[in-house]
């Protein structure tokens, strides 16, 4: 059995929060007598599973259990606002379906994920229904076809429960940078939820569908995982389809996960995971079950983490970083030893120039891949019949502010004169990161770093500040540069908001090692079991 963790290490000054997260925090503390026997996700800690259970046995029906998942949504949507489309009618509608399927005992009714609410990110494609990318320019598209992720999830079973909110083409931090709307976040709703899968993060996290699909180009699943507390995935490049997803740095986005257990995040990445032959930068590396080794899990080993090497870079516990986030992430590093790993710090030595690498990269493909948005192709503002009129008026109503200055950065960077200046020194960085993070992997089985550098801050504080807003995303943006797959997993506690505010740890490994990340990071939450993220939001209500 692991040795008790020392709660006091892992999450900073509790002793002056108020008393609800007083006691979720003091409850780390029982770990002695945590876990029992062999690890099988029940509904303690798989909503997937104990969905499909319920449904097997009969237990449930689809339609009573997507009636509780959007009473809830209704109810805690006013002040979230994490869906810029809810497709309640169609939910139910679908949930009805299979419960027709089930009772007339049709063999395959039961996919995978059948009954499973899914929040789609608002920038991946969903047949006939509304898929904006968070902007203007695109209100009103309703694509003809799903984005492969969805299309697999939907053969799975999946309920696509509706679209969610993010900045604007991925572009933004916090989805303030929405066209439509302000996310808050479930722990403070005063606070953002992160972004720019704000949307797909808050609706996890407040159990408004069980689990969603983000993108990550610099951070975008894991920043805003680690502010609602929920488990992010960010999978190797490639791992995933990107047919469908609305392009914003195609050296850099890939399709990512979230769940509000790392069971749940392995099962829809088993999902949607695999090469597809409508996106050609897709892996056609096997996929496996990446939850098999979850469920064989053997906790009685006193030591489950025995013989693995862990790397927590150096680089990411030190100025800039708050206090609380560098005491939850070193008590996590020393929990992880006491599970059995070795932990060592290890420098990364070209870490801090992978951010600005990272602002020019993407802001100049993105000037490329949004020049579809021209008024042709997509988002006529006008009805000039002159080319250049409509191009300058579609782009400069239907594009907002953020969007309009990395496209000119992009432009610029890459413009004569200033290419071998910035993009060629932002490319020639980047092989430098992958260098480093290679050495590193050869050393380590995994590296770990806080997913940013604090929790989630107030609504309005940094949004007039960008270069503020980009140096939150030093974190993780070497992770993309690098092509590399990174889990985040819900740590810790600092103090802010009615009862603490999430920390998450970020555990980066080498490509398409998915499947250990899921593995460590199932036994770190699990082992942390007696220690609930669940949103004070859904307790009160
Ligand atoms: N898209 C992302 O991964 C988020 C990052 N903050 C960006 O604005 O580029």
């Not at 029940?42 to 009573?64: F, M």
């Not at 996106?279 to 906790?299: A, G, I, K």
């Not at 006491?338 to 990364?348: A, K, P």
């Not at 609930?532 to 307790?539: D, E, K, N, Q």
Request: proline share 6%; glycine share 10%.
């Amino acid at each position: 059995m692991p040795p008790p963790l020392q709660a006091h290490r892992l999450l900073i000054s509790h002793r002056r929060l108020p008393t609800p997260a007083r006691r979720r925090l003091t409850a780390v503390s029982s770990l002695q007598s945590a876990p029992a026997t062999t690890l099988a996700p029940g509904p303690a800690t798989s909503s997937i599973l104990s969905i499909r259970e319920s449904l097997l046995s009969g237990e449930r029906t689809a339609a009573n259990i997507t009636s509780d998942y959007l009473s809830r949504l209704r109810r805690t949507e006013p002040s979230l606002r994490s869906f810029i489309h809810v497709a309640d009618a169609a939910a139910e509608r679908e949930a009805e379906e299979l419960d027709r399927r089930i009772a007339s005992g049709e063999k395959d009714a039961v996919g995978p994920l059948a009954g499973v609410l899914v929040g789609v990110k608002d920038n991946l494609c969903t047949k006939n229904m509304p898929s904006t990318g968070g902007s203007r320019i695109l209100d009103g598209y309703r694509p003809a076809y799903d984005a492969t992720a969805v299309r697999r999830l939907r053969e799975a079973g999946a309920i696509v429960v509706g679209k969610t909110n993010l900045d604007e083409f991925g572009m933004g931090s916090t989805t303030e940078g929405s066209a439509f709307q302000v996310t808050t976040n479930p722990w403070d709703d005063s606070r953002v939820p992160g972004g720019s899968s704000g949307g797909s993060a808050s609706a996890v996290s407040a159990r408004q569908c069980v689990v969603s699909l983000g993108s990550d180009t610099g951070g975008s699943v894991r920043q805003p995982a680690s502010f609602c507390g929920v488990v992010g995935l960010k999978p190797t490049y490639g791992r995933v389809s990107r047919f469908g997803l609305m392009a914003y740095a195609s050296s850099l986005d890939v399709v990512g996960c979230f769940g509000s257990s790392v069971f749940d995040t392995a099962t829809i990445l088993s999902v949607v995971a695999g090469h597809d032959k409508m996106d050609s930068t897709s892996s056609s590396q096997d996929v496996p079950d990446y939850t098999s080794e979850l469920v064989s899990l053997d906790l009685l080993e006193s030591k489950p983490l025995n013989g693995l090497r862990i790397g927590i870079i150096q680089e990411t516990l030190g100025e800039g970083v708050d206090t609380g986030v560098v005491s939850s992430i070193k008590g996590a590093a020393s929990y992880l030893e006491q599970l059995g790993s070795v932990v060592d710090e290890v420098s990364l030595p070209s870490f801090s120039l992978g951010l600005p690498a990272y602002y020019i990269l993407a802001s100049s493909e993105a000037s490329s891949n949004l020049s579809r948005y021209d008024g042709i192709r997509y988002g006529r503002q006008v009805s000039a019949n002159d080319l250049n009129e409509i191009y300058g008026e579609s782009r400069a109503n239907g594009l907002g502010h953020e969007v309009k200055m990395r496209i000119l950065m992009g432009t610029y960077a890459l413009s004569a004169g200033y290419y071998d200046a910035y993009y060629k020194r932002a490319q020639q960085v980047r092989t430098l990161v992958k260098e480093s993070f290679k050495d590193a992997l050869e050393k380590y089985d995994i590296l770990i770093s806080p997913a940013a550098p604090s929790a989630a801050y107030k609504i309005g504080e940094k949004i007039n500040d960008p270069l503020a807003m980009y140096a939150g995303d030093i974190m993780t943006v070497n992770v993309n540069l690098a092509g590399l797959p990174a889990l985040v997993v819900p740590c810790g506690f600092v103090e802010g908001g009615p009862v603490g505010l999430p920390v998450g740890l970020q555990m980066i490994g080498s490509p398409f090692s998915e499947g250990s990340l899921l593995r460590v990071g199932h036994i770190f939450e699990q082992t942390l079991q007696n220690f609930s993220f669940v949103p004070p939001l859904l307790a009160e209500r």
